[in-house]
């Protein structure tokens, strides 16, 4: 499956920004999807998980209640609502997915990644 992220820019501390996530090539509903991000000079981390059907969404303790993870299986899209932006989500966004059969936070499980999109919030 090939995926296409987009939605990043430039913003003011508080903040918002949707990220998209296009998918194409495979049936995208056998996948569940996931958002990663990373900083400069540091690893990459987990954001947000959703099932395949989209009955469920686990997230980072440093983003829960600011971020909420979406997708839509008739537009093969999955998105990320971000709200109250910090600097410190300044980093580049990555979506994957992943035909195992349980959502999971370890970014070594995850088949296909997109590009990534640059989001970068000032103080």
């Known amino acids: 499956v090939q995926l296409q992220a987009s939605g990043g820019g430039l913003v003011q501390a508080g903040g918002s920004l949707r990220l998209s996530c296009a998918a194409s090539?495979?049936?995208?509903?056998?996948?569940?999807m996931a958002w990663f991000r990373q900083a400069p000079g540091k690893e990459r981390e987990f954001v947000a998980v959703?099932?395949?059907?989209?009955?469920?969404?686990v997230y980072a303790d440093s983003v829960k209640g600011r971020f909420t993870m979406s997708r839509d299986n008739a537009k093969n899209t999955v998105y990320l609502q971000m709200e109250s932006l910090k600097p410190e989500d300044t980093a580049v966004y990555y979506c994957?997915?992943?035909?195992?059969?349980?959502?999971?936070?370890?970014?070594?499980?995850?088949?296909?990644w997109g590009q990534g999109t640059q989001v970068t919030v000032s103080s």
């Open positions: 959703i099932t395949r059907s989209g009955d469920r969404t």
């Open positions: 994957a997915a992943d035909l195992g059969p349980y959502p999971t936070r370890n970014d070594g499980s995850y088949d296909y």
């Open positions: 090539g495979r049936t995208f509903s056998n996948y569940a």
